[in-house]
């Protein structure tokens, strides 16, 4: 599986940016995705993630509210909208796919599959 994240860049406090991870390789319409961000110097910290379906969502304190993952399986994409961003959410934003076997929805551990990130950064 590669996953491809897209998206990123310069953006000033308040603003928008939508994250794009395409899948290839084996489909990863299947199973459920995540992202994740790492800022210089800190773990990576979990962002956002989905089922499968869609059906279900999951997202970390400091974005409720303000990110949005949503996925077209059809595409074999997964997307995090990210509104109101503040200088805090700067990072490298990474997706990931959970496999078949995936864990928890929130550590690390409970994926399979990452991509290479991209670099967001929200000036104040």
């Known amino acids: 599986v590669q996953l491809q994240a897209s998206g990123g860049g310069l953006v000033q406090a308040g603003g928008s940016l939508r994250l794009s991870c395409a899948a290839s390789g084996r489909t990863s319409s299947s199973y459920g995705m995540g992202w994740f961000r790492q800022a210089p110097g800190k773990e990576r910290e979990f962002v956002a993630a989905i089922s499968w379906s869609g059906g279900s969502t999951y997202y970390g304190d400091s974005v409720k509210g303000r990110f949005t993952i949503n996925r077209d399986n059809a595409k074999n994409t997964v997307y995090l909208q990210m509104n109101s961003l503040k200088p805090e959410d700067t990072a490298v934003y990474y997706c990931?796919?959970?496999?078949?076997?995936?864990?928890?929805?929130?550590?690390?551990?409970?994926?399979?599959?990452w991509g290479q990130g991209t670099q967001v950064t929200v000036s104040s």
């Open positions: 990931a796919d959970r496999g078949p076997y995936g864990s928890s929805w929130t550590e690390v551990g409970g994926y399979d599959y």
